[in-house]
């Protein structure tokens, strides 16, 4: 039993290698996995992934300016993760993990209508940066052989850096808007069901809403033509989204595993409301509400479907293929996508009996999509973009 069990996950391990997503909806980064808490004996894993998105298009002919074409806006990133899981007894596991769930990094440069030639150096680009750390930590109760449940707490931080810049953005042109949340909480929860002599694993996973509260500094040059009284640093608030994970496994034979993993994040109901912006935008149109900086019009679905094949004691590969809904189109100018399809090959070998190292790569076929500002104007169409992540992990297991 124990040496199928050891099979059997060995596969499991394998298809998360990819800890980060070279483009998802919304501001997704990471899937979020808890698979490290159902590793058997005391596992531990550190993670890395080099993410090369490459978004490019045309800007939308506006305010006397011709159209513009957009070189790659979507600048490379790198994230890590890590895990740690011990058995506290034969009922009770308890995970510990981290990874950087949310962010973003773009920056548009060269002649078009998001860049403002009358400003010098890097201020002439519309630029953004989001980063998010994420801490959980997860106890496990087996209530039999095959079902567990388990749950804890998600501390998270969130920063953002943004910078607004060109006719693009009309009377929003030259907004800024900067903050750090420090860390906030939510909670997550799961049940899964396993049954290692056949090779099955299925997880449930559901991750809450984290409420993040904080200072946030703008500069609003539209409020200083309306002539508006306003601090430049206000309490505000931004609430990431909760999430639903199905990951399901079966084995096939002794060496051979297929692999869904289902994921869910309402993003239309998601929006970034900052202040000042909000004010401002309000007395500009007359209106009971002003606009916000980032929203979303629909839901996230994504899928991957893949096998696993253990090729000798120490070898196993992995190939999966993958598809993201997106958040809508028309979509905010910072993430111009709608969705992707995309293919993954990993590899796992066991250094040694308690040691191993997978690498693994994915590459991804974009959507086609409009860019649009926050009053909904569609400012930008961009098309036939690619990504490609990279990623490698080490781990241990005890047994």
């Known amino acids: 039993m124990l040496r199928n069990?050891?099979?059997y996950i060995a596969l499991a391990i394998l298809t998360p290698l990819y800890a980060t997503q070279?483009?998802?909806?919304?501001?997704?980064?990471?899937?979020?996995?808890?698979d490290a808490l159902f590793e058997s004996g005391t596992y531990?894993?550190?993670?890395?992934?080099?993410?090369?998105?490459?978004i490019s298009g045309h800007d939308i002919a506006t305010g006397g300016q011709p159209s513009h074409t957009i070189s790659n806006m979507a600048k490379d990133f790198e994230s890590f993760n890590y895990a740690v899981k011990v058995d506290l007894s034969d009922k009770f596991k308890l995970a510990v993990m981290y990874d950087e769930p949310f962010g973003a990094k773009v920056e548009f440069k060269g002649e078009n209508n998001f860049v403002d030639d009358s400003r010098q150096g890097e201020d002439r680009n519309t630029r953004v940066t989001v980063k998010s750390k994420n801490i959980t930590t997860l106890l496990g109760y087996n209530i039999n052989k095959n079902v567990m449940i388990y749950g804890g707490p998600?501390?998270?931080?969130?920063?953002?850096?943004?910078?607004?810049?060109?006719?693009?953005?009309?009377?929003?042109?030259?907004?800024?808007?900067?903050?750090?949340?420090?860390?906030?909480?939510?909670w997550v929860a799961g049940i899964s069901y396993a049954k290692p002599e056949y090779g099955i694993l299925a997880s449930l996973t559901y991750r809450s809403e984290i409420h993040h509260k904080m200072n946030i500094e703008e500069n609003m040059p539209l409020a200083d033509l309306l002539n508006l009284d306003y601090a430049h640093s206000n309490k505000g608030k931004v609430t990431t989204p909760e999430s639903f994970n199905l990951n399901l496994q079966t084995g096939i034979n002794s060496t051979t595993a297929v692999f869904a993993k289902i994921r869910y994040i309402p993003w239309g109901s998601f929006e970034y409301r900052p202040p000042v912006l909000d004010h401002t935008t309000q007395v500009a149109l007359g209106s009971n509400q002003g606009l916000p900086l980032l929203n979303y019009s629909k839901d996230q679905t994504s899928v991957e479907l893949g096998v696993g094949k253990k090729l000798s004691p120490k070898l196993t590969l992995a190939v999966s293929g993958l598809w993201d809904s997106?958040?809508?189109?028309?979509?905010?100018?910072?993430?111009?996508?709608?969705?992707?399809?995309?293919?993954?090959?990993?590899?796992?070998?066991?250094?040694t009996e308690h040691l191993a190292l997978s690498l693994g790569g994915r590459y991804l076929w974009f959507g086609n999509a409009k860019g649009n500002v926050p009053d909904g104007q569609i400012v930008g169409e961009f098309s036939g973009n690619t990504g490609y992540v990279l990623g490698m992990k080490l781990s241990y297991n005890s047994k």
């Open 154 to 186: 998600a501390l998270q931080e969130l920063s953002a850096d943004v910078h607004l810049r060109g006719v693009a953005y009309g009377a929003g042109a030259g907004y800024d808007n900067r903050f750090s949340s420090g860390i906030d909480v939510g």
């Open 22 to 34: 070279a483009n998802a909806a919304g501001l997704e980064r990471a899937p979020q996995s808890v």
């Open 326 to 351: 997106g958040a809508g189109n028309p979509v905010t100018t910072l993430g111009p996508v709608e969705g992707y399809w995309g293919a993954g090959l990993a590899a796992k070998y066991n250094i």
């Open 5 to 7: 069990q050891k099979k």
């Open 44 to 54: 531990a894993e550190v993670g890395y992934a080099y993410i090369s998105p490459d």
